[in-house]
């Protein structure tokens, strides 16, 4: 029974180290290049990172329009795709959600209403895979894309630059899996 628990105290060990060292493998979601009928940006992260790259992939015809979710921000995020070059004609507001699984719902209903069938989450690169899934939980039909950005954390500081942020990520992914059933893998 010892050499269990012990063999099971090492497996944890090792993949505590792993989330640290490895957070990319664990935390984020890239789809790829997609063509889509909509971006979803959504709140949050830092410094207008979901409007650089959702203006970015705006000006390479990833998609038509894009909708901000989240409440807070949603106005400061607006301005912010207005002056990197994106019409105010090409951008909806939802702004009632505070949290993820709010902003999947409530963009969703959005979706529907609009009769689209897929769509490009933009978000942190930490945040990207439980959006994407939460997203696809809630969007059963829907297409979703992920393409996060990773603005305010380049790769080579890490694990020197963990935040609060990523380290309340491994706590919201089960969490969601739990309290939510959206499966995060």
């Known amino acids: ?29 890239d789809t790829g290049r997609a063509k889509a009928d909509v971006f979803i940006v959504l709140g949050g992260g830092g410094a207008h990172e979901g409007p650089v790259q959702a203006a970015e992939l705006f000006k390479q015809h990833a998609a038509p329009r894009i909708i901000i979710s989240g409440a807070g921000d949603d106005e400061i995020n607006r ?16 702004g009632n959600s505070k949290t993820t699984r709010e ?32 997203f696809e939980h809630f969007g059963d039909g829907i297409k979703f894309y992920s393409s996060p950005s990773h603005f305010l954390y380049e790769r080579y500081v890490w694990p020197r630059g963990f935040s609060r942020e990523l380290y309340l990520e491994y706590i919201k ?12 893998f």
């Open 1 to 29: 029974m010892l050499k269990i628990a012990a063999a099971l105290l090492a497996v944890l060990v090792l993949l505590a180290v792993a989330l640290v060292f490895f957070p990319q493998q664990f935390l984020s979601v």
């Open 79 to 94: 301005r912010a795709l207005i002056r990197y070059g994106v019409p105010a004609s090409a951008i909806e507001i939802e």
């Open 103 to 134: 902003n999947a719902m409530y963009s969703v209903n959005l979706l529907r209403a609009q009769n689209v069938h897929s769509a490009i989450i933009v978000t942190s690169w930490y945040h990207s895979r439980r959006a994407l899934h939460t």
């Open 173 to 184: 992914i089960p969490g969601y899996w739990v309290a939510y059933g959206v499966c995060p």
